[in-house]
């Protein structure tokens, strides 16, 4: 079994990190983690930026469930490529917003010895109700 070298070892923390900050409504993590021109898609095909994720974990939007079950990281010089599945649930009052089970993209760069988000992606997948 090949051994996690200390930046993908990094990089699997930061997703642990990030997933416990959503479901703590902290957006302080995201803030720092995410490049200023950062660009997420939402899986209702959604394209935010920044401000528009930050606003997500702002408000009425509550992430009750975001079960990592698998991470898969590639290092390519000073950009990281991670790859995950698991299980997300969020509500906006009464309204589901997600859940079920998701595979998401997220792109690393180091910038200044530090890792940022440059682009996330996280599609729905067929069986997903919401």
Not at 3 to 19: P, R
Not at 51 to 68: A, H, N, P, Q, Y
Not at 100 to 112: A, P, Q, S
């Amino acid at each position: 079994m090949k051994e996690e070298s200390a930046d993908e070892q990094a990089l699997i923390k930061i997703q642990h990190e990030w997933a416990e900050a959503r479901m703590k409504g902290d957006s302080s993590f995201t803030r720092r983690l995410e490049a200023e021109n950062c660009t997420v898609v939402w899986p209702d095909g959604s394209i935010v930026n920044k401000r528009g994720d930050l606003k997500s974990m702002t408000g009425d939007i509550v992430f009750t469930e975001f079960k990592i079950d698998d991470l898969y990281v590639r290092l390519y010089g000073d950009t990281g490529i991670v790859v995950g599945q698991g299980t997300i649930k969020a509500h906006e009052g009464k309204q589901n917003l997600l859940g079920g089970k998701f595979v998401w993209t997220d792109t690393f760069v180091r910038e200044h010895g530090a890792w940022k988000v440059v682009a996330s992606r996280v599609p729905i997948l067929k069986n997903n109700r919401q």
